[in-house]
């Protein structure tokens, strides 16, 4: 048990469900000690595990993470609308898990808000290479500029597409149509269209989220 166990619970290689730019703050710092490593990692995992955000209003408006969605109820600006069966035992309480919140002020999302980066581009892209429409973890993609930057193609929403090392080493510094690859599907820039489909993707895994994201 002591080898495997540390393999069996790593999921840094997935696709994780951080979604929507939200930055999970201090996901990566100490969990427990050595001893407990089993439960910490456990614990870990349990904690990125992703949140529905509803705004005041109950519209679906973000995707977070367990830990963060707790920050924001410990802080008094949101309240579980959604539980799991699960707890996370602090020094002095159990916490039930949230699987849905719901802001208590009214926030206002303005449409395009996304910034424009690495990680919302293999969002928008669902971690799928935009030439091989393979579908790759996060670390194993990069961006390509469609119209490379040596003709003069910008960094935009709709010149960057998620893209395996391979197929950017074979399109090199050309067009697709030179290297002759086709694009899986126009880029365009991160809506909130894009925003409702990938909350959609995600709440197919939890029936909770379903009555606030299938309405
Ligand atoms: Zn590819």
């Known amino acids: 048990m002591g080898a495997n166990r540390h393999k069996s619970v790593d999921s840094r290689g997935r696709c994780t469900p951080e979604v929507f730019g939200e930055v999970l703050p201090g996901s990566e710092g100490p969990v427990g000690s050595r001893s407990h490593n089993l439960n910490s990692t456990r614990r870990a995992s349990l904690m990125q595990e992703p949140v529905l955000v509803l705004n005041a209003t109950y519209e679906p408006i973000n995707v977070t993470a367990v830990r963060r969605a707790m920050v924001l109820m410990l802080k008094g600006v949101a309240q579980a609308e959604e539980m799991h069966n699960t707890e996370v035992h602090s020094a002095a309480h159990a916490h039930r898990v949230p699987s849905v ?39 194993e993609l990069t961006l390509d500029h469609v119209v490379p930057r040596s003709r003069g193609g910008r960094s935009t929403w709709e010149n960057l597409v998620a893209c395996c ?23 365009r820039p991160f809506t909130l269209h894009t925003s409702r489909q990938l909350m959609r993707l995600i709440g197919h895994r939890d029936e909770r989220w379903r009555k606030y994201l299938f309405y």
């Open 165 to 187: 090392y391979r197929c950017n080493n074979s399109k090199g510094d050309r067009t697709p149509e030179e290297a002759g690859l086709k694009l899986a599907r126009r880029p």
């Open 101 to 139: 919140i719901r802001l208590l002020a009214y926030r206002h999302i303005p449409q395009q808000s996304r910034a424009l980066s690495r990680k919302n581009i293999l969002l928008r892209d669902r971690n799928t290479c935009q030439f091989c429409v393979r579908v790759f973890p996060s670390s």
